[in-house]
């Protein structure tokens, strides 16, 4: 029947996070996060200086207690209750120097193309709103309606708030402490994407902030603190292995942090060496490979860097086919490849392969009429905006926010699912501004980024498909006048080099099946909180634990196809030949074992020589038992039979990662859970009895954790010692049709 439950399942940690980025790890505040030990880590390494190569020799320490967060790593001094908010400020004041010295907005308006968007322009106007109320509750002595532009404005406020920290007496009530709740919303609209903050916004400000923090007195051992707490977080997070991106400047500390750790807590963190020049001008990214990337995997010391990352473009097409020339060139160089010198399964390789994660069809959906309401007032008006704009922006600041504040009052929980309201004064001002109201000057109603709306959803899916294809189109290049295509050169058996897709929600199936040497790593959540690919209608239209069903279908039909075409002929004729023959299920799978298993092992080709075939024939055994029940339907048989083996052959959609736990505000077991969700609706419906279905969730959760384990195992090595013990308890429930909703009960164990 359609209403199906698997009750009480237990997920322990899923250990893996194949997608992430350094600088988004911490979340910007979390009471909730702490180390849950002291932890002292002894890093060197060299760096360049201006004097020369300097050596820096240091002990990275992290309290017990202290918590795991950009506010406190900014916070400085002792790991006291106050150090989050010591943070907090420092944040917030690096944004307004940011303000000071590079506004996006400013850039913008002084630029000879005002239709393009201004990377970090949205986050420059909430910075601006939040001056305008800064202005207004401290009392500043400003002209009514100073521009966006101006950084008097910034200047002031900032002024302003370093006499409050300097003047501010301990166990004493200040004004300070009245602005702290503002300036925490206002600091989660500036370092976390959200429904108003596009994802690239939110890393440059965080780049910004750590670039200032490093330069600070004792600013390197900080700096180095900072990468130690990423670290940490994901281990509590129940993370052993993990791939992450970071930037070739600062790549050597954080290997020498990250093995230092991994020697520390017999994790396996690894490094992929991050390059943007893929959607740059023609051969800049050829360029920036051989000049910037090529010399770290030549050096013995950066051990922990196992790849190339390439980010996700925005709405520009990649120059994908300069990074399989560049490797085409690579492989080519004699007497042996440079690129590949210390990969393969010899003594001290860095892993069995060179990683390439390519991030296909991220995008956020920027464009000349969806950005910063101020930036489209400079797009699309006949002269820049003036006094009188700035003061109709600042009234109408502070209009919203009466009205958020009447909506609070009128708007009680009525559900477990729905988050609670927050008390602080800020709460729901954007919202007001740019979903419930708008604002009109001059004939222009302006028009805000909103990560949510159909012109969002609109230009993601136009740039996703297209990069897509881009790439699909490089792959099917010749790597020479006769020689074979890149991907079959690239991906040949004695190749070094293994290729992952990240994001690559369009046209997945397609790809899946053209090139079957390429795996994708899949983050169901921070995509919800982004809006990337357009699952969510609304981030309202959503409760936390119960799920639209038609949300699922879309979700599954994006990331894997598993309607009975996905199999090849011969497959079917297999399947149905072992159900003919058979008098019984049971006697199916003992005759139809060789069968049976030969196919999984093809459809797991990648991973077949380290996974466990036994077990996954035991798995995928439990699973038809469970869809096929007591039914001695040999139709219902078959379509079990089916179904089953479209799970495996789905596998590489199953590695998991959440991109940028805390920029996203994703955690790897929500994706876990995510993923379990999905599959169990897929399978659905189950013949077999309600009290056998719960064995439906284990065999789930074993499939993705074994697929995981085995491709690292597979293109990377062994596997880490540490075992987190965090769990999930939930139990899900849902009836499968349109329209209708998947409950999922959670009780999460301490980390």
């Known amino acids: 029947m359609a209403y199906f439950a698997l009750p009480s399942l237990t997920l322990p940690s899923y250990r893996f996070d194949y997608h992430s980025r350094f600088a988004g790890i911490l979340p910007v505040e979390d009471a909730a996060s702490v180390a849950g030990d002291s932890l002292q880590l002894p890093v060197a390494y060299k760096v360049q200086g201006r004097d020369g190569t300097v050596e820096v020799q240091a002990t990275v320490a992290i309290a017990k207690g202290q918590q795991l967060s950009l506010a406190a790593a900014f916070g400085g001094g002792e790991a006291d209750d106050a150090q989050a908010g010591r943070g907090a400020v420092s944040l917030f004041l690096k944004a307004l120097s940011w303000m000071e010295e590079s506004n996006p907005l400013a850039s913008l308006a002084a630029s000879g193309n005002r239709a393009r968007y201004e990377r970090g322009e949205c986050i420059a106007e909430n910075l601006y709103i939040a001056c305008v109320c800064l202005t207004r509750w401290l009392g500043l002595n400003l002209r009514r309606g100073i521009a966006a532009t101006d950084p008097v404005l910034y200047k002031t406020v900032r002024g302003a708030l370093e006499a409050l920290v300097k003047g501010a007496k301990p166990n004493a009530s200040t004004t300070l402490d009245q602005l702290m709740p503002a300036l925490r919303y206002f ?6 994407a959200g429904q108003y903050t596009p994802f690239d916004d939110a890393c440059c400000a965080r780049s910004f902030a750590i670039r200032r923090l490093r330069a600070e007195p004792d600013g390197e051992t900080r700096y180095l603190q900072w990468m130690a707490m990423s670290l940490r977080y994901l281990e509590q997070q129940g993370v052993a292995h993990v791939q992450t991106a970071i930037g070739e400047d600062e790549i050597r500390a954080a290997n020498a942090v990250v093995a230092s750790y991994n020697r520390a807590r017999q994790t396996q963190y ?35 860097v196992i790849g190339i990352d390439l980010p996700g473009s925005g709405n520009r097409g990649g120059h994908y086919a300069e990074l399989f020339a560049f490797l085409t060139a690579q492989q080519q160089v004699q007497p042996s490849p440079e690129l590949t010198r210390f990969f393969g399964a010899g003594a001290g390789a860095r892993a069995l392969q060179l990683t390439n994660h390519i991030q296909c069809g991220e995008d956020a959906g920027l464009s000349s009429d969806n950005r910063s309401a101020i930036g489209y007032a400079m ?27 009447g909506r609070q009052a009128e708007e009680a ?76 050169l690239l991906t040949a058996n004695a190749s070094l080099l293994g290729f992952r897709l990240g994001h690559a929600c369009h046209y997945r199936s397609f790809v899946a099946a053209k090139y079957p040497f390429i795996a994708f790593d899949t983050h169901l959540g921070g995509h919800a ?55 019984t299920l049971a006697d199916l799978f003992v005759a139809g074992k060789p069968v049976i298993q030969e196919q999984l092992a093809a459809a797991m080709a990648l991973i077949a020589s380290v996974a466990n075939l036994d077990r996954a024939y035991a798995a995928f055994q439990a699973l038809v038992e469970a869809l096929a029940g007591d039914s001695g339907v040999r139709s219902v048989w078959f379509a079990a039979l089916c179904r089953a083996l479209n799970l495996f052959i789905n596998w590489r959609s199953y590695l998991l990662g959440s991109d940028a736990q805390g920029l996203e505000h994703s955690d790897i077991q929500d994706e876990f859970l995510r993923t379990i969700v999905l599959l169990a ?60 909703v998947v409950t999922v009960t959670r009780k999460p164990s301490p980390a």
Request: charged share 20%; aromatic share 10%.
């Open 187 to 192: 600091n989660r609209k500036i370092y976390s």
């Open 270 to 304: 690894k490094l992929l060496a991050r390059t943007s020049a893929v959607y740059a001008g023609a051969q800049a990214l050829e360029r920036d490979l051989s000049a910037r990337i090529l010399p770290l995997f030549e050096d013995p010391s950066l051990g922990e």
């Open 379 to 405: 797009a699309y008006s006949l002269r820049l905006p003036a006094t009188g704009f700035y003061r109709a922006y600042s009234d109408y600041v502070f209009a919203c926010l009466a009205a958020a504040k």
């Open 413 to 488: 929980r009525d559900s477990a699912g729905t988050p609670p309201h927050r008390t602080y004064d800020v709460s729901g001002l954007f919202d007001e501004m740019f979903r419930n109201d708008s604002l009109t000057c001059d004939g222009l109603t302006l028009r805000r980024y909103d990560v949510a709306s159909a012109r969002t959803r609109e230009r993601v899916d136009s740039a996703g498909k297209r990069n897509t294809m881009a790439l699909c189109e490089s792959l099917d290049l010749p790597s020479s006048e006769q020689g074979p295509s890149y991907y079959e």
């Open 529 to 583: 909180v982004t809006g990337a690919p357009g699952w969510f209608a609304s981030t309202q239209g959503g409760l936390d634990g119960y799920v639209d069903t038609d949300l699922l279908r879309v979700a599954s039909d994006r990331l894997m196809f598993t309607g009975l075409q996905a199999l090849s002929a011969a497959q079917i004729a297999q399947l149905m030949s072992l159900v003919r023959d058979a008098a």
């Open 681 to 740: 609706y897929d399978l659905v419906p189950f013949e077999a009895s309600a009290s056998s279905q719960g064995n439906v969730g284990a065999q789930l959760q074993q499939l993705v954790a074994s697929v995981s384990a085995a491709y690292w195992q597979a293109t990377v090595g062994p596997l880490a010692a540490f075992a987190g013990t965090r769990q999930i308890t939930a139990s899900i429930a849902g009836y499968k049709a349109p329209a209708s």
